[in-house]
């Protein structure tokens, strides 16, 4: 893995670790951590960031509804926030997990679901107009471990990253469990589609970034991190996966083959602590950090 990834924009201003990332409309994105704060940054002004909400406790994930103008906030306790952003007001707050809340996914038909610590897969559903409020249908205990990721497959299914190191995949009709595979030991911590084929892609605490079929049956399997895989995710055009760590690198994969393609430096360009999040935002890969920052990486390989 030869070619490096060239970081182009540093934002700070957290005074905390950064856990969570989204976007915020064209050229712009949210972040937040344990400081408590979110802050919204436009990518061509890196040193301008705003803060929007101050929560008053650590943020582990987050999730924008454009057409509500809503922010869904998940937080180190176990709280689901919503604010509404037209007015910056807390429109609700829900007490549903006994544990931090790691994942905030939209899923069809106005539903979303959030991963748990405890454990525990929570759905709710938007009811009414406007700033509607969210109404919880499910609570679904999956294991004793914390759940990590989620993502959205094909045909109403659900892949969840698990703490007991298995990813499960369910029925977003009835919620039930369609097929478990045995991931990553010590936990399963990161999830996504491929984009054109029946393969799910996985990182776990292994530190091994592993392709599967749907029904559970193992295609690949490549050392990715020196220690856990957080993230897993392809680039908006299809052509590449990036992966991010505790070890601090952010790599870039061919997604075709899963051979490496380029990598970040642990010291001044690039992250100097764990790498917990990252987003793609227009053309850019955002990353954030333990070490307090956000990233902004150029990827001339990719062009």
């Known amino acids: 893995m030869g070619v490096l990834l060239r970081s182009t924009d540093v934002f700070q201003g957290h005074r905390a670790s950064v856990y969570a990332l989204c976007k915020a409309g064209e050229g712009a994105f949210l972040s937040a951590g344990g400081d408590g704060v979110v802050v919204r940054w436009e990518l061509n002004r890196p040193e301008e960031g705003r803060a929007v909400a101050m929560v008053g406790e650590p943020v582990y994930s987050m999730a924008l509804d454009a057409h509500r103008q809503a922010l869904l906030i998940g937080c180190g306790s176990g ?3 919503v604010i509404d952003l037209g007015s910056g007001v807390e429109a609700q707050v829900e007490h549903v997990h006994q544990k931090g809340i790691f994942r905030i996914v939209p899923l069809r038909n106005g539903l979303l679901a959030c991963a748990g610590g405890d454990g525990v897969l929570s759905v709710w559903q938007w009811a009414g107009e406007g700033m509607a409020r969210l ?9 004793a471990e914390k759940l990590r990721d989620i993502t959205l497959l094909n045909e109403g299914r659900l892949a969840v990253a698990c703490g ?7 029925d977003t009709g009835s919620f039930n469990g369609m097929v478990e595979a045995d991931g990553h030991p010590g936990g399963a911590y990161g999830v996504c589609m491929h984009p054109t084929k029946p393969v799910l892609l996985t ?11 749907e029904d559970g049956s193992p295609l690949h399997a490549v050392p990715a991190h020196k ?6 995710s392809v680039d908006p055009h299809g052509r590449f996966l990036y992966t991010a760590g505790r070890d601090a690198l952010v790599k870039v994969w061919d997604l075709a083959t899963l051979d490496p393609v380029a990598r970040s430096q642990r010291d001044r360009s690039g992250h100097t602590h764990s790498v917990n999040a990252a987003i793609w935002c227009g053309e850019q890969l955002i990353t954030a950090s333990d070490d307090r920052r956000i990233r902004s990486w150029s990827m001339p390989s990719m062009r």
């Open 164 to 170: 007991d190191g298995m990813v499960r995949i369910l």
């Open 203 to 213: 990182g776990g605490k292994d530190g091994v970034l592993k392709a599967w079929r």
């Open 79 to 81: 709280r689901l926030l």
């Open 135 to 143: 109404v919880q249908q499910r609570s679904i205990a999956l294991c």
């Open 227 to 232: 220690g856990s895989v957080y993230v897993v």
